[in-house]
């Protein structure tokens, strides 16, 4: 029989598990971002101590080696300068007519429908830098988003 009409096995033929992408840049993250990565770990560490399946104890292993890495090159982010738009603000502005808040976070703690978006969204990167009053390109439209406040994150959760 040929080589080529030959199977070695099922495996060969199953898709490859590749690792989980990590975001680029710096893994900034909020003291309640840190806490987030941290609860997973745990969580993920006590489901594969109690998985005996082995597909499962391989799939549960890729995603704690993600969390450890995001874990492991966390950097918790300063306050924003008082007044300015960065990471860490709350933020609320007028866009197309609506006003909006949202709080601008590190990748793995934003949740687009509670209003925490990465800092390294197209909205986030617009606003960036940015002070109380000022109006804002964005969309291709000149003045498209006006920045009506600012504040730390902390100070908005209190």
Not at 26 to 33: A, K
Not at 98 to 106: D, H, M
Request: hydrophobic share 40%; charged share 30%.
């Amino acid at each position: 029989m040929s080589v080529a009409f030959r199977r070695e096995g099922d495996d060969e033929h199953k898709e490859p598990k590749f690792e989980l992408p990590l975001p680029p840049g710096p893994n900034l993250v909020t003291r309640r971002g840190l806490a987030k990565i941290e609860a997973e770990v745990t969580r993920l560490e006590a489901a594969l101590a109690a998985e005996t399946d082995e597909e499962k104890r391989t799939a549960l292993k890729r995603d704690l080696r993600y969390w450890h890495a995001r874990f492991s090159t966390a950097n918790i982010a300063p306050p924003p300068p008082e007044g300015e738009v960065a990471f860490g603000s709350c933020v609320t502005f007028r866009l197309n007519g609506q006003t909006r808040t949202v709080s601008l976070v590190g990748s793995d703690e934003a949740e687009p429908a509670a209003g925490l978006i990465p800092f390294t969204a197209p909205l986030a990167v617009a606003m960036t830098g940015a002070e109380v009053g000022e109006l804002l390109d964005f969309g291709g439209k000149a003045g498209a988003i006006e920045v009506l406040d600012t504040r730390p994150i902390a100070e908005a959760e209190s």
